[in-house]
């Protein structure tokens, strides 16, 4: 079946511009993560839903980030007046439930000039 | 949450079998050990994990010892595909747990 698939693949933005970017989680999975991920480091936890639900929202770095998954399924996770340190990789990971494998997508790259 | 250390770099031929041993002193009693890999403009893919002695999937094995303070992957026999990063974590089924920490990983460069 397919994986978890992330839309755009790369993202340029200019300083202060809005972006949004989307994820398609694997059908019938209950949880879905976001994770940011600088260059050389590995993935830090952004937030958590389950179903519509955000449940966790402790890794968003400031009020400038959010995320929604209004029907459960997809999420966007959005950007407000792009700084420079958001340029970074944005993964997506879905799993059946909470402690279950996560699986992930191949990420959105973000450059905000 | 136990925090792990692991070597930043690792080079191997290929055929050779490769171990990456992860350091977790502060390992709590509910906590699993799980590796996942990581290649180049990818998203992390799980590989493998265990709580205690040994476990051996399809792809590779878990190597834990009875302290549970360390862990070691093996790869057997690897191959240029096998040049990825990979992270080692250490958490809890409990509460909280969804939350993978990731360390910086341990890159590794196969050889032709």
């Known amino acids: 079946g397919a994986g978890v698939s992330q839309s755009p693949r790369y993202k340029v933005a200019k300083r202060g511009q809005d972006v949004a970017l989307r994820c398609d989680p694997i059908s019938g999975h209950v949880s879905l993560f976001w994770y940011q991920q600088a260059l050389g480091q590995g993935p830090e936890f952004l937030t958590y839903f389950q179903n519509e639900a955000q449940l966790d929202k402790s890794g968003l770095p400031s009020d400038r980030f959010f995320a929604e998954r209004p029907e459960g399924s997809v999420s966007t996770l959005k950007i407000q007046r792009t700084q420079q340190e958001d340029s970074a990789v944005y993964l997506c990971?879905?799993?059946?439930?909470?402690?279950?494998?996560?699986?992930f997508g191949p990420g959105t790259r973000l450059l905000v000039l | 949450l136990a925090k792990t250390t692991q070597p930043i770099s690792m080079d191997s031929y290929e055929g050779q079998e490769v171990n990456i041993t992860c350091s977790h002193n502060n390992i709590a009693t509910n906590d699993y050990i799980t590796w996942y890999q990581q290649f180049p403009s990818q998203g992390p893919r799980f590989i493998i994990q265990g709580y205690k002695t040994k476990v051996t999937n399809e792809v590779a094995s878990l190597f834990i010892p009875a302290d549970r303070k360390s862990s070691t992957l093996s790869l057997p026999r690897v191959s240029l595909s096998d040049t990825a990063v990979y992270y080692c974590l250490v958490g809890s089924s409990g509460a909280g747990s969804y939350q993978l920490t990731f360390g910086k990983g341990t890159k590794l460069s196969v050889i032709p």
């Open positions: 990971a879905s799993s059946l439930k909470s402690t279950a494998t996560q699986y």
